[in-house]
Structure formats: structure tokens, C-alpha cells
């Protein structure tokens, strides 16, 4: 079964409005990949968290790794408009070959 | 830098047909992945090359899929006899040279069996 769970599924917000999506694994992870796919289009690699606490920043994004490496998050400050798409957590699971486990993604949309 | 390329972006064919995909990593790249999502589940893994050898194909569905990747370059998977539930979008990713690294994705085929 699924091992990534990551949740809202769908989350509409009024531009300027903050936005957050949280990844939850059932197993330690070596890494967490987050990704973040327009409409039509490919995932899109933004940030790799590997140490436990990890907190990364770009511009109006923040990314956290929990401290057991069991969870992330992604935190979206005064969303805009170019901020619409899915954004994809993906897991590299401890013995897992390096294969990305992802979650079901969680889908932003932004009225202006 | 090219980014990784997929070949065809969309493909529609009937069931009991065969369609090949093609992927050409970042050059340099040994680390090639491939990915499938169907429609309304999550981007699931299907196996993993280190150069022109399958490190692990343990995502594959079954036996009507055969990826190959000979001399390290460009991957192809191979789908025979496509079956209607192997819809989807077929991604392809490749990262450097040591497992662990960062994955990037190619814009993916996208694959209707009807």
C-alpha cells in the first residue's frame, strides 16, 4: 500500500492567502524530494531535505523535514497566481534502492 | 544543458497493440528511472537503471513490460500486448552519477489504450 500520505488532496485559496501541504511517511526516509507540476505539464524538482530539523527556504517557500525524517512540510507564503499547480512530495524510503516513493500530491488553486 | 527528452508525448493505441517509449537522460547521467501515473493515483516507480543494468524493476506490473537501456544511453519501455488499464503518463527521470541524487523529470508520454 501506499507508503507517502500526503494531504490536502485539493486547496483553494485566495491570492495573498498562505498555503501548506504536509507529507507523512510510515517509514524513515533517506530524503525527501518535494516537486511541483503545472497543469500539463511534468514534475518539476524544487528542493531535496535530507537532515533530520531540516529547514530550506526559496523566496516565499519553506521547506521542513521533520525530526524523526518521518515527515515534511511545504509552507507557500501570500500566494500568487503563478504559484497554481500540484506539488508532489516524494520519499526516498531507508532500503528502498533510491526509488522515489511519492505521495498523491496535493492540488493548489489560486483566485486572484 | 538539455534536460531529460520522451518519446512520443502522447501515444493512442488499441488494446492488444504494442507501443514502444523512449527516454534520452541528461547526458552524463547514469541514474535512469522510470514512472508511471494513472489516472487520479499517485506517480508510482517502475524500475531503476544504473547504466545499461537494472538495478531494480521491482515496480514493473507485469511481464507484458520490458524496459532495456543497451549501452547506458537512451532507455526504451516496451508495452506488449497493451491492456486498457495501462493508461497513463509514463514519466522518465535520470540523475548523476551516484543513487541519491536529485531525480529530474522529463515531460513524460502520455499513453491511451483503447
Known amino acids: 500500500g501506499q507508503q507517502v500520505m500526503q494531504i490536502p488532496q485539493y486547496q483553494h485559496v485566495q491570492e495573498g492567502e498562505d498555503f501548506t501541504t504536509y507529507c507523512n511517511s510510515s517509514t524513515t526516509l533517506s530524503n525527501i524530494q518535494w516537486y511541483k507540476q503545472r497543469p500539463g505539464g511534468h514534475p518539476v524538482f524544487l528542493i531535496q531535505?535530507?537532515?533530520?530539523?531540516e529547514v530550506k527556504k526559496q523566496k516565499r517557500l519553506t521547506f521542513q523535514f521533520g525530526e524523526a525524517k518521518k515527515n515534511s512540510s511545504l509552507h507557500i507564503t501570500a500566494t500568487q497566481t503563478t504559484d497554481v499547480g500540484t506539488y508532489f512530495c516524494?520519499?526516498?524510503?531507508?532500503?528502498?534502492?533510491?526509488?522515489?516513493?511519492f505521495g498523491k500530491g496535493t492540488l493548489l488553486t489560486v483566485n486572484p | 544543458e538539455a534536460g531529460v527528452t520522451q518519446f512520443p508525448s502522447h501515444s493512442v493505441i488499441e488494446k492488444g497493440q504494442t507501443v514502444t517509449l523512449r527516454c534520452d537522460p541528461i547526458?552524463?547521467?547514469?541514474?535512469l528511472y522510470w514512472y508511471r501515473r494513472v489516472m487520479g493515483k499517485e506517480i508510482k516507480f517502475l524500475l531503476h537503471?544504473?547504466?545499461?543494468?537494472?538495478?531494480?524493476e521491482s515496480g514493473m506490473p507485469n511481464n507484458r513490460f520490458l524496459a532495456e537501456r543497451t549501452g547506458g544511453t537512451y532507455s526504451t519501455l516496451k508495452v506488449q500486448p497493451a491492456e486498457l488499464e495501462d493508461s497513463g503518463v509514463y514519466f522518465c527521470?535520470?540523475?548523476?552519477?551516484?543513487?541519491?541524487?536529485?531525480?529530474?523529470f522529463g515531460p513524460g508520454t502520455r499513453l491511451l489504450v483503447l
Open positions: 527521470a535520470s540523475s548523476q552519477a551516484y543513487s541519491g541524487e536529485t531525480q529530474y
Open positions: 537503471f544504473v547504466k545499461e543494468s537494472k538495478q531494480d
Open positions: 547526458s552524463g547521467h547514469d541514474n
Open positions: 531535505l535530507v537532515k533530520s530539523g
Open positions: 516524494a520519499g526516498d524510503l531507508w532500503g528502498s534502492n533510491y526509488k522515489l516513493t
